[in-house]
T-cell receptor, first 114, second 110 residues
């Protein structure tokens, strides 16, 4: 089945130690999003790629970076994780950046910072 | 800035009760989506409403989009423990960006 896959599902890292989360999709969608979601809160958009075009949200800290080497894969890099970065990180895709397009979410990666 | 106010934030009810979740904004949205998220999983799309005044039903769930396309509601009839989860409304803003409400954490006790 076509889907959005996130690995790993759980990631433990140490304070200040760089970590990379990955997302892949078999939907062949042009747009890939990264969201941060803290406990019982709504997802917060960090950035998105429209094809190779990177779009950062104004309030996304510099500590968060992203790479999209090809259509199928997108990575979230946290350069120096702090305790406040512990959260669920959700990847989503959509065919285009249009109002009518549905975003399909992956299962998320739960990040724990020790 | 487009914002969505979702209420209530937490809801704990007994099996068989009815409930309504509200999603309000001062902005007009081209469409509005409702998601359900189970613990440890990503949000799953339940429905998209597009036309002002539109009503959509999904088994025991009824979704309504306000006439002015600024608000929406989700009504669950005869709630079951399997309905437990985080319900999120999301307006589709500029460039297809989702603007989420704060979410409603629903707990249905048997």
């Amino acid at each position: 089945d076509a889907m959005v896959i996130q690995n790993p599902r759980y990631q433990v890292t140490q304070f200040g130690k760089p970590v990379t989360l990955s997302c892949s999709q078999t939907l062949n969608h042009n747009v890939m999003y990264w969201y941060q979601q803290k406990s019982s809160q709504a997802p917060k958009l960090l950035f998105h790629y429209y094809d190779k075009d990177f779009n950062n949200e104004a309030d996304t800290p510099d500590n968060f970076q992203s790479r999209r080497p090809n259509t199928s894969f997108c990575f979230l890099d946290i350069r120096s994780p702090g305790l406040g970065d512990a959260a669920m990180y959700l990847c989503a895709t959509s065919l285009a950046r249009l109002a009518k397009e549905t975003q399909y979410f992956g299962p998320g990666t739960r990040l724990l910072v020790l | 800035t487009q914002l969505l106010e979702q209420s209530p934030q937490f809801l704990s009810i007994q099996e068989g009760e009815n409930l309504t979740v509200y999603c309000n904004s001062s902005s007009v949205f081209s469409s509005l989506q409702w998601y359900r998220q189970e613990p440890g999983e990503g949000p799953v799309l339940l429905v998209t409403v597009v036309t002002g005044g539109e009503v959509k039903k999904l088994k025991r769930l009824t979704f309504q989009f306000g006439d002015a396309r600024k608000d929406s509601s989700l009504h669950i009839t005869a709630a079951q423990p399997g309905d437990t989860g985080l319900y999120l409304c999301a307006g589709v803003g500029q460039g297809g960006k989702l603007i989420f409400g704060q979410g409603t954490e629903l707990s249905v006790k048997p």
